[in-house]
């Protein structure tokens, strides 16, 4: 039952900004920490953010910080990403996952995926 759904991404141009969301059922989100994670074509995946049970901790791949700010709502049961400033080098499948702690490098239960291409 436990599920994560990620939506949010599309086409945008250099520049540009995006809400990726990650809306959680079948679990109490204030039990898992949640991470996003990116692969880009030809690229292994690379933690992008990571955030703790109650938003109290988070976490950033030097490659985002500063554009991104992750965020969560445990009431609505979702977990944001704020991308900014988009770049090209952004463009990926980004995935939303839990953690028993934050965490750049590992997840439990996976989302589907969101696709984001910063393009001209």
């Known amino acids: 039952q436990l599920q994560l759904v990620e939506s949010g991404g599309g086409l945008v141009q250099p520049g540009g900004s995006l809400r990726l969301s990650c809306a959680t059922s079948?679990?109490?989100?204030?039990?898992?920490?949640i991470g996003w994670f990116r692969q880009a074509p030809g690229k292994e995946r690379e933690g992008v953010s990571c955030?703790?049970?109650?938003?109290?901790?988070?976490n950033y791949a030097d490659s985002v910080k500063g554009r991104f700010t992750i965020s969560r709502d445990n009431a609505k049961n979702t977990v944001y990403l704020q991308m900014n400033s988009l770049k090209p080098e952004d463009t990926a499948v980004y995935y939303c996952?839990?953690?028993?702690?934050?965490?750049?490098?590992?997840?439990?239960?996976w989302g589907q995926g969101t696709q984001v291409t910063v393009s001209s």
């Open positions: 079948g679990f109490s989100l204030d039990s898992y920490a």
């Open positions: 996952a839990t953690q028993s702690m934050c965490s750049m490098t590992r997840g439990d239960y």
């Open positions: 955030i703790s049970r109650r938003g109290g901790t988070t």
